[in-house]
T-cell receptor, first 111, second 119 residues
Framework: DQQVKQNSPSLSVQEGRISILNCDYT??????FLWYKKYPAEGPTFLIS?????DKNEDGRFTVFLNKSAKHLSLHIVPSQPGDSAVYFC??????????FGQGTRLTINP | GAVVSQHPSRVICKSGTSVKIECRSL??????MFWYRQFPKQSLMLMAT?????????EQGVEKDKFLINHASLTLSTLTVTSAHPEDSSFYIC???????????????FGPGTRLTVL
């Protein structure tokens, strides 16, 4: 049972435009959501997170939106830069310490 | 900060040998560390939760006698792959929670990973 789903395995965006990565979850007990960025052969890097009491959190070029009724969150990157090319994982937790990860979306920023 | 290191970054071993991977939190104390495994083009699979001073909690399907975890101090957890076989070849990543760093306690900070190749 895939509790966290990233339905788009890949996404290509032109440099300077907005990148939107999507994530859906099924477990209503999740109350904290995170986005990680991962380069090949490296560990994930924490990007941004959001608690279920909020619907938006912004940090520089990165904004995460949470729609609890739809059990959906998204990561917006604007403007997209070549260094943003990586695999992005969304993750969720429900107070049990563990994080549940999505399958990842490979983002490619084209010059 | 919340820096996590792993050693070694890459290891090649013969089938039947044991390999130890170290995970250290460099600038904070981590009462809880996690060990993940990632297969090519797949998501991170949680193997076990490592708690300082107590036994690790293994996820379903993970052999605790094969993947030995020791969390002897607040800054060090080790994963030993015993009697390694080619199917154990994978990318192993550890993470730690920094409960005192501010922010949410469930945020995990990851090490750089260890590529294990068993011949």
């Amino acid at each position: 049972d895939q509790q966290v789903k990233q339905n788009s395995p890949s996404l290509s965006v032109q440099e300077g435009r907005i990148s939107i990565l999507n994530c859906d979850y099924t477990n209503s007990m999740f109350d904290y959501f995170l986005w990680y960025k991962k380069y090949p052969a490296e560990g994930p890097t924490f990007l941004i997170s959001i608690s279920s009491i909020k619907d938006k959190n912004e940090d520089g070029r990165f904004t995460v939106f949470l729609n609890k009724s739809a059990k959906h969150l998204s990561l917006h990157i604007v403007p997209s830069q070549p260094g943003d090319s990586a695999v992005y994982f969304c993750a969720a937790s429900g107070g049990a310490q563990k994080l549940v990860f999505g399958q990842g979306t490979r983002l490619t920023i084209n010059p | 900060g919340a820096v996590v290191s792993q050693h070694p970054s890459r290891v090649i071993c013969k089938s039947g040998t044991s390999v130890k991977i170290e995970c250290r939190s460099l600038d904070f104390q981590a009462t809880t560390m996690f060990w993940y495994r990632q297969f090519p083009k797949q998501s991170l699979m949680l193997m076990a939760t490592s708690n300082e001073g107590s036994k690790a909690t293994y996820e379903q399907g993970v052999e605790k006698d094969k993947f030995l975890i020791n969390h002897a101090s607040l800054t060090l957890s080790t994963l030993t792959v015993t009697s390694a076989h080619p199917e154990d070849s994978s990318f192993y990543i550890c993470s730690a929670r920094n409960a005192l760093a501010g922010g949410h306690q469930d945020t995990q900070y990851f090490g750089p990973g260890t590529r294990l190749t068993v011949l």
